[in-house]
């Protein structure tokens, strides 16, 4: 009785303009999930028809893997390492130190409810996904003889691997690890029990994960051990006891959301470029960010950078403390909204020294480092308060930077999904699936999950994501353009337009690849159209641009090697536009124009081109967090900038890292592609020779919260490297926007910092170790 009032109510809200707003042209809108209480998390039992269609042998390649189907008990009890190990390696997956990387051996190892006890390391290969039953996370217990380097290992050592190990650690890409509890309780506290050897690059993330560890006045044990890698994030862990929360390197990483109880030191930071942590709490820990500072150069380097934001420290001796005494920049501090109840110490220097005192007290704007403003090429030096940012209440919740996890549908019954396989969408690489995947949204978006098996799904004209559509992939299912109605350069046309011109409502993509079949010059990749009247209700998650150097995109070592200097080498127009009505919440996406191919052992180079990264003009609310874009390498393409905002408003954007391709200035921007006017390209000043990592103009209440902008080469080579002038400008902002800087690094350029085309910061005054880093910049 109940359901068929509510089908009534629904069936006359589809005719509603309501209705209408949310984009659905379905007629039960969905409002909530229906999972009974005790139901599994409807992964397990969703037809598992994911492929990989590139694989040697799609048919029989096995995408989603429940390890309790290759033995795991999952008692608490039974060893289930080999089974589990079984789940992740079987099918001729890539790793073992013979193969650098893959894109066609995708694996989803689900874990039921349960506890699986190890004894030795969980090896995740390359393009994994370990995810655990999301409504109620299992544990992985490691025994007490657990034996190696930690309980999950993405990148075991081995003599003769890549740099002596599985893989290249800047180039271990595309993992991710969710929903689990990784309990190390029962090792000897002096034992250096750790639970994730977490060494990555772009394209991962760890998610909702629990680490329990002894809280022994000796414990050894440590949460994450990552000793380098380059970039990733991190969102909702919880680290409950250990000597180390996290003991982390890394060039440059995104974290938000995490929180630290009864550890000795919750972050120990050994070197890196510059991180980002957003939402950090820290309840009756020793030290609350202990970091090593004082290198200045790359064959010394410490921790270059760390920028803060939105931390509460409780009962807590130190909130933060380096390792050296600062009396001129060696090691940036930015600290925004850090609220201290009980931390007698804010900033400490090991050995007692305190650089700012605490209490209970909340710190509203503090910073170490060099701070720069308006035109002026002087700086300060400070220990000291530093310019608060303007911070537009639309980015706000609590008064802290708002955050939002990636959606996993936990209380959604299995019936509330769709599967796009199921509805006639092949996704094998081949077959185009434009109607099919347009048809499965008219039909179900905003009253159905609507579901990517995992596979390639090509399109050949533009897909329309309505509003009101949540759409969530597997192991990175992959939606591919290709085809005439992207192959005019001087015709720009979306691949993917997410919410139509003007839509209004929300959108929710996880989980998915956007990539090309070149040459695509004239492919928008992704439009971003849509306006969320909730807040952050329109956004991505682990979601991620991908053009070429991947088998199917026809833009691989075979087709476009370096220096093969090729139209049918193009790639994109622009990868990705929030066009002036939107707004957007990004969280851990990378935007890759690949320099090398991930599908051949010999990682041959490439040459591609596209035109742009990121342009926004949105308006806002638009959170970029933990968002990268590389379009790089020993390639000759040809790119005007990685990220623009033009008449953008309301930004927040931390950590964002980029890119200078590696073959400039020869030829300079914007060789191949030309200027466009109604894309709001930005102009070159003489001597600007090389793309603009970011450019700013006529936009308002902006805040970069950290940023990595490297520019590695002139022409091929790195003779530039050591001087610092591979390139001579690298951002631009207008004189009429009102942006906040923190925390921005480069490496191998001249000036860190230009305002209207002229050079403002220069990068030799602010060197901190291979980069150089300001603390703060405002107009
Ligand atoms: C790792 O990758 C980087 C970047 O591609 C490369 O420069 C380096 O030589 C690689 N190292 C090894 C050991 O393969
Ligand atoms: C990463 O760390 C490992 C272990 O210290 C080391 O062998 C490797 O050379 C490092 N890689 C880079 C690029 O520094
Ligand atoms: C932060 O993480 C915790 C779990 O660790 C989660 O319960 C909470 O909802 C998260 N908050 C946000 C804003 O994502
Ligand atoms: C940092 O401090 C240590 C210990 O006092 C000292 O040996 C080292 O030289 C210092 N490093 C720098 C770069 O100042």
């Known amino acids: 009785m109940l359901a068929t009032l509510l089908l009534v109510g629904y069936g006359f809200l589809a005719s509603t303009p309501l209705a209408q707003a949310l984009g659905s042209a379905c007629s039960t809108p969905i409002s909530g999930g229906t999972a009974a209480a005790g139901d599994p998390f409807w992964m397990q039992n969703i037809d598992h028809q994911g492929t990989s269609a590139f694989n040697p042998d799609p048919s029989s390649y096995q995408v989603f893997r429940n390890v309790k189907d290759f033995g795991a008990a999952g008692d608490g009890t039974t060893d289930d390492t080999d089974a589990i190990n079984s789940a992740i390696s079987s099918g001729n997956r890539c790793g073992g130190g013979t193969c650098p990387s893959s894109t066609v051996t995708p694996a989803v190892v689900f874990f039921p409810q349960g506890t699986y006890k190890v004894s030795a390391p969980l090896i995740a290969y390359y393009y994994t996904q370990l995810i655990g039953d999301a409504r109620v996370p299992p544990t992985i217990l490691a025994s007490s003889d657990f034996a190696g380097i930690a309980v999950i290992d993405v990148d075991p050592y081995i003599p003769g691997g890549y740099g002596a190990q599985w893989y290249n650690d800047t180039n271990n890409f595309f ?298 992939g597997e192991a990175w299912s992959v939606i591919q353009g290709q085809g005439s109605a992207f192959a005019d350069q001087s015709n720009p046309t979306p691949m993917v337009q997410v919410g139509a011109s003007g839509s209004s409502g929300i959108l929710e993509i996880t989980d998915i690849i956007f990539s090309v079949q070149g040459p695509t010059p004239g492919a928008i990749v992704v439009e971003w159209n849509v306006n969320s009247p909730t807040q952050g209700g329109a956004g991505m998650w682990d979601s991620h641009i991908r053009l070429g150097g991947a088998a199917g995109t026809d833009l691989e070592s075979s087709e476009c090697p370096s220096g093969s200097d090729s139209t049918s080498c193009f790639a994109a127009f622009l990868a990705l536009h929030l066009t002036s009505g939107s707004n957007a919440y990004l969280e851990g996406t990378w935007v890759w124009l690949a320099d090398h191919d991930l599908d051949s052992d010999a990682q041959g180079q490439l040459t591609l081109f596209s035109g742009r990264g990121i342009l926004s003009e949105s308006a806002g609310p ?105 390139q001579s400008q690298i951002v631009n902002v207008d004189s009429g926007s009102s942006i906040f800087i923190y925390n921005l690094a480069t490496i191998g350029v001249t000036n860190q910092l230009s305002v209207a085309g002229a050079a403002v910061i220069p990068a030799s005054d602010n060197v901190d170790g291979l980069q150089s880093t300001f603390t703060v910049w405002t107009q």
Not at 269 to 285: K, S, Y
Not at 630 to 647: D, G, I, M
Not at 651 to 659: A, K, N, P, S, V
Request: charged share 10%; hydrophobic share 35%.
């Open 175 to 472: 993992r991710s690890v969710r929903n689990f509890v990784i309990d190390l309780t029962e090792m000897p506290a002096t034992s250096s029990a750790t639970g994730l050897h977490w060494q990555v690059s772009q394209g991962t993330s760890l998610y909702n994960i629990v680490v329990e560890m002894s809280t022994a006045s000796d414990t050894a044990h440590q949460g994450i051990f990552m000793e380098n890698g380059s970039g990733g994030f991190f969102g909702d862990l919880v680290f409950n006891g250990g000597k180390y929360g996290m003991w982390v390197g890394n060039q440059q990483f995104t974290v938000r959301n995490v929180t630290f109880n009864n550890a000795q030191t919750a972050i120990f930071g050994d070197w890196n470029w510059g991180w980002t942590f957003q939402g950090v709490n820290i309840n009756n820990c020793q030290v609350g960010f202990d970091l090593k500072t004082g290198g200045k150069s790359e064959s010394d380097q410490t921790v270059g950078g760390e920028a803060i934001i939105d931390a509460v420290a409780s009962d807590t001796p130190i909130f933060l403390r380096t390792s050296n005494a600062s009396t001129s920049l060696a090691g940036s501090l930015v600290l925004n909204n850090i609220q201290l109840n009980n931390v007698p110490t804010a900033v400490g220097v090991v050995g007692g020294a305190v650089v700012l005192s605490g209490g209970t007290t909340t710190i509203a704007s503090w910073g170490q480092g060099n701070v720069y403003s308006g035109t002026s090429s002087s700086y300060s030096f400070v220990q000291g308060n530093i310019a608060a940012p303007t911070k537009a209440s639309s980015l706000l919740s609590g008064g802290k930077i708002f955050g939002r996890t990636r959606p996993q549908y936990e209380d959604y019954a299995v019936s509330q999904f769709i599967s796009v396989k199921s509805e006639g969408a092949k996704g094998d690489g081949s077959t185009d699936d434009t109607a099919a995947l347009q048809a499965v949204f008219s039909k179900y978006s905003g009253c159905n999950i609507i579901f990517f098996d995992a596979g390639t799904y090509v399109i050949t004209s533009t897909l329309t994501v309505p509003a009101g559509t949540q759409m969530i």
């Open 622 to 726: 638009v959170w970029l967090i933990g968002t990268s874009t590389l379009f790089s390498l020993a390639s000759e393409h040809h790119t005007l900038y990685q990220y623009s905002l033009v008449s953008a408003q309301d930004h927040y954007m931390g950590l964002i890292q980029t890119e200078t391709p590696y073959y400039q200035p020869s030829p300079t921007p914007p060789t191949p592609f030309s200027l466009e006017s109604s894309y709001n390209d930005p102009s070159f000043p003489s001597g600007q020779v090389a793309a603009w990592a970011l450019n700013v103009q006529t936009s308002t209440d902006i805040i970069v919260f950290g940023a990595g902008h490297y520019s590695f080469y002139q022409n091929y080579a790195q003779t530039c490297l050591p001087n610092s002038d591979c």
